[in-house]
Each structure stands twice: as structure tokens, then as C-alpha cells.
């Protein structure tokens, strides 16, 4: 399986530092993920010979470090021709704009639904390396990173809820909110009546949305939502908290497959900073037939 690498110049500032101080204050490896490199046979190179995270580096020095997986993943490719667009992709990561109906990887609820993980293994061949950074409800379409190492995994999932990784949600929820713009903070827990729902309750983790009315209508609108935590169904239980659950939303709204078979969700933009080159990159996804009919004017 071929491993991803970074390669660090050691600049005049770091001269005399240690390969283990570099990896993690400069490069942001874990601790664990260092232990990882100490036991691979070239997980650490200096100026192309092995190095030990205790040696000490100088101006000029070049530090080859792998970022690859080192267990082959246990996805099971799921066959057939999977509309799921590659938004962006490089050597690190990767964005989709996943469909509805797809789950990011296999779940005991919902053992017979198709995979992000598994149509990617179906696309890239079973050696695909899969994490999921900002997982997608089945029933959510739109924006979603996927790393392609558990390093760069790791360096994007503790920059979510961040200036680091922004996001931006289209929802389409019953009625008007009132006011037309505001911010809900309310915390998050099970709800224990059911196996998979939420619920908003005072000893729950806090959970904070923001939303914006895009569009208002009396029977529907459309709302811009940013999520500034990341709880389970978040952006789905909050807004069925103020009286305004999404179009579709079975779970914590009302069920209408003639109006839209599913949550009226969707991950409409993403901001964030690459791990490994520092580049900001931005994406949007047009909205999903589906939510435009609802919203003509959209």
C-alpha cells in the first residue's frame, strides 16, 4: 500500500531542535502518532537516513515523515455506479458532495444502506484509505471531507468547530423563524424514549446553532445554518426546538415523502485550512433538486 510523506525543510530557527519536538509543535503529530513512527521500518527520515525522534536536527536538514496508514482499511466495497462527485482532491484529502441516502460508513442501524467508505472502495479499489472528517446524516446531501491518512484525519478533526473548518448549511424548515436571524444555544442529550433520536435537555452537552432566513415563506422557508458545535442531528433538533423542524425531518418533524423523502438538509459551504500546505480552500455545493422545488425562488 503506498504511504503518503511530508517532507520539512528545518529552517535556521529550528536548528538544534529535536525530530520529536519538530513533529509535534511544527508538524502537530500526535503522541500516539509518533509512537507509530518510531515503529515503522522508514517512518522517519532525515536527509534520507532513518532517524530517531531524540536526534538533534540542523538548518538546512530535510525531514521526511510518512503520513499513510499502516493497516489496510476493513471496508467493504460496495459495487455499483455511485453518483458521488469528487468536489477536490489531492494526495491528503479529499471533498465529495455526497447524496442522499448514502451513510459515511456502515452502521448497525442501517446495515443494507450504500457507503461513502464503500462506493469510494468500489471506485479506488479495497487499499482506498477512508476517514470521514465532518460525517453526513443518510438523509443529508452536500459537502464532506474525507482524509486519506489517520494524520491528516486527526489535524482536521481537532480543527472542526473552528476559524480552521467552517461550515454552512440550506435547510428548508416548516413556517418562519422568528426573528428572522438569531442564534440558538441549547444543550443536546439522548432522548431515552428512543434508540436513535435527540433531544434538547438541561443535562445535555451544549450545543450552539446560528441561522439566518434566506428566503421566508408562511408554509416554508429557507434557512441558512451554521453549526458552532457538533452534536448528533444538531442543526435538526434545534430547529424543531423553536417550532420550525425541516421539511421531511420523520424523526423530529413530520413525515411527508410527497413533499421531500427525507431532512430538507443540506452542506452547502465549506471553508478550511489544508493540514499539510496551510492553503485555505473553498468549496460550495448548489442546492439538490429536490430542496430548489421546495423553495422556487432559490
Given at each position: 500500500?503506498?504511504?503518503?510523506?511530508?517532507?520539512?525543510?528545518?529552517?535556521?530557527?529550528?536548528?538544534?531542535?529535536?525530530?520529536?519536538?519538530?513533529?509535534?509543535?511544527?508538524l502537530?503529530?500526535?503522541?500516539?502518532?509518533?509512537?507509530?513512527?518510531?515503529?515503522?521500518?522508514?517512518?522517519?527520515?532525515?536527509?534520507?537516513?532513518?532517524?530517531?525522534?531524540?536526534?538533534?536536527?540542523?538548518?538546512?536538514?530535510?525531514?521526511?515523515?510518512?503520513?499513510?496508514?499502516?493497516?489496510?482499511?476493513?471496508?467493504?466495497?460496495?459495487?455499483?455506479?455511485?453518483?458521488?462527485?469528487?468536489?477536490?482532491?489531492?494526495?491528503?484529502?479529499?471533498v465529495?458532495?455526497k447524496?442522499?441516502?448514502?451513510?459515511?460508513?456502515?452502521?448497525n442501524f442501517?446495515?443494507?444502506?450504500p457507503?461513502?467508505?464503500?462506493?469510494?472502495?468500489?471506485?479506488?479499489?479495497?487499499?482506498?484509505?477512508?476517514?470521514?472528517?465532518?460525517?453526513l446524516?443518510?438523509?443529508?446531501?452536500?459537502?464532506?471531507?474525507?482524509?486519506?491518512?489517520?494524520?491528516?484525519?486527526?489535524?482536521?478533526?481537532?480543527?472542526?468547530?473552528?476559524?480552521?473548518?467552517y461550515?454552512?448549511?440550506?435547510?428548508?424548515?416548516?413556517?418562519?423563524?422568528?426573528?428572522?436571524?438569531?442564534?440558538?444555544?441549547?444543550?443536546?442529550?439522548?432522548?431515552e424514549?428512543s434508540?436513535?433520536?435527540?433531544?434538547?435537555?438541561?443535562?445535555?452537552?451544549?450545543?450552539?446553532?446560528?441561522?439566518?432566513?434566506?428566503?421566508?415563506?408562511?408554509?416554508?422557508?429557507?434557512?441558512?445554518?451554521?453549526?458552532?458545535?457538533?452534536?448528533?442531528?444538531?442543526?435538526?433538533?434545534?430547529?424543531?426546538?423553536?417550532?420550525?423542524?425541516?421539511?421531511?425531518d420523520?424523526?423530529?418533524?413530520?413525515?411527508?415523502?410527497?413533499?421531500?423523502?427525507?431532512?430538507a438538509?443540506?452542506?452547502?459551504?465549506?471553508?478550511?485550512?489544508?493540514?499539510?500546505?496551510?492553503?485555505?480552500?473553498?468549496?460550495?455545493?448548489?442546492?439538490?433538486a429536490?430542496?430548489?422545488?421546495?423553495?422556487?425562488?432559490?
Amino acid at each position: 500500500m503506498p504511504l503518503e510523506t511530508i517532507t520539512k525543510t528545518i529552517t535556521a530557527e529550528e536548528d538544534s531542535s529535536t525530530v520529536r519536538h519538530i513533529l509535534k509543535a511544527k508538524l502537530h503529530f500526535s503522541t500516539h502518532a509518533v509512537a507509530r513512527l518510531t515503529r515503522a521500518e522508514n517512518g522517519i527520515l532525515v536527509n534520507g537516513r532513518h532517524a530517531r525522534t531524540v536526534d538533534i536536527l540542523r538548518a538546512g536538514d530535510i525531514l521526511q515523515v510518512e503520513t499513510g496508514d499502516h493497516r489496510p482499511p476493513k471496508v467493504l466495497p460496495t459495487p455499483g455506479d455511485w453518483p458521488l462527485p469528487i468536489v477536490w482532491e489531492d494526495g491528503h484529502l479529499l471533498v465529495v458532495n455526497k447524496p442522499a441516502g448514502m451513510t459515511a460508513h456502515a452502521s448497525n442501524f442501517l446495515p443494507d444502506t450504500p457507503t461513502v467508505a464503500g462506493a469510494l472502495a468500489w471506485q479506488r479499489g479495497t487499499d482506498f484509505i477512508f476517514h470521514s472528517v465532518n460525517r453526513l446524516d443518510k438523509g443529508t446531501t452536500g459537502l464532506m471531507v474525507v482524509a486519506k491518512s489517520g494524520y491528516v484525519h486527526d489535524r482536521l478533526r481537532r480543527a472542526l468547530h473552528t476559524a480552521d473548518f467552517y461550515r454552512e448549511y440550506r435547510a428548508v424548515c416548516l413556517g418562519c423563524p422568528q426573528p428572522l436571524r438569531g442564534t440558538i444555544d441549547a444543550p443536546i442529550g439522548r432522548d431515552e424514549t428512543s434508540a436513535v433520536a435527540r433531544t434538547v435537555r438541561p443535562d445535555g452537552q451544549r450545543a450552539v446553532s446560528h441561522y439566518e432566513v434566506l428566503l421566508p415563506g408562511e408554509a416554508l422557508s429557507l434557512v441558512k445554518l451554521v453549526p458552532q458545535t457538533g452534536r448528533t442531528h444538531q442543526l435538526r433538533v434545534h430547529m424543531a426546538s423553536i417550532g420550525h423542524p425541516l421539511a421531511g425531518d420523520w424523526l423530529y418533524g413530520t413525515e411527508d415523502p410527497h413533499l421531500i423523502p427525507r431532512p430538507a438538509l443540506h452542506a452547502y459551504a465549506l471553508r478550511l485550512t489544508h493540514p499539510v500546505t496551510g492553503e485555505v480552500l473553498s468549496f460550495t455545493a448548489p442546492l439538490p433538486a429536490d430542496m430548489r422545488r421546495l423553495v422556487p425562488e432559490s
